[in-house]
């Protein structure tokens, strides 16, 4: 099987980041602002460095992996967080997520990053599998036995 084409997206890729990220938002019913709006909202960060985003394949992207690094006060090194991983259905179970993954976690290790986090749904046993089978550690239950809740809240 021929390797999957991973890049870096830059400034022009918006276009492609914003309807990737809009599809998924609206597979899984949540909310999404429109393509345009994403578009100048992603050219804006990819220009300014407050994220790296990958995309899989050759032509019209199949899928992407989006990371934001911030410094850690525990270790003075950057922490990675995967923002979102998606892959359009049409081109699941072929190795693009995990590709995705992978240049995602090289990514982090080239940028100086100590830690990769991420968060995905009890529902998506598809994600939980692909996370877990690449060294993740799904941390609820393990902090002295007590569940590790994640919360949220819009200001």
């Known amino acids: 099987m021929k390797p999957i084409a991973i890049r870096r997206a830059k400034s022009d890729d918006a276009p492609e980041v914003a309807r990737l990220l809009h599809d998924f938002n609206a597979e899984f019913s949540e909310p999404t602002p429109a393509v345009p709006i994403l578009t100048e909202r992603a050219r804006e960060?990819?220009?300014?460095?407050?994220?790296?985003?990958?995309l899989a394949g050759e032509g019209q992207a199949e899928g992407l992996a989006q990371l934001r690094f911030r410094r850690s006060i525990w270790t003075g090194a950057l922490d990675a967080y995967l923002e979102e991983?998606?892959?359009?259905p049409k081109s699941r179970g072929r190795g693009v997520?995990?590709?995705l993954l992978e240049a995602?976690?090289?990514?982090?290790?080239?940028?100086?990053?100590?830690?990769?986090d991420l968060t995905t749904s009890e529902a998506d046993t598809a994600a939980l599998s692909l996370y877990e089978s690449t060294g993740f550690t799904n941390l609820e239950g393990i902090?002295?036995?007590a569940a590790m809740l994640y919360y949220e809240r819009d200001l």
């Open 143 to 145: 902090e002295g036995g």
């Open 85 to 88: 991983l998606y892959v359009v």
């Open 45 to 54: 960060m990819l220009e300014a460095g407050e994220m790296t985003v990958l």
């Open 97 to 99: 997520g995990r590709a």
């Open 104 to 116: 995602a976690m090289d990514t982090a290790r080239e940028e100086g990053a100590a830690h990769i």
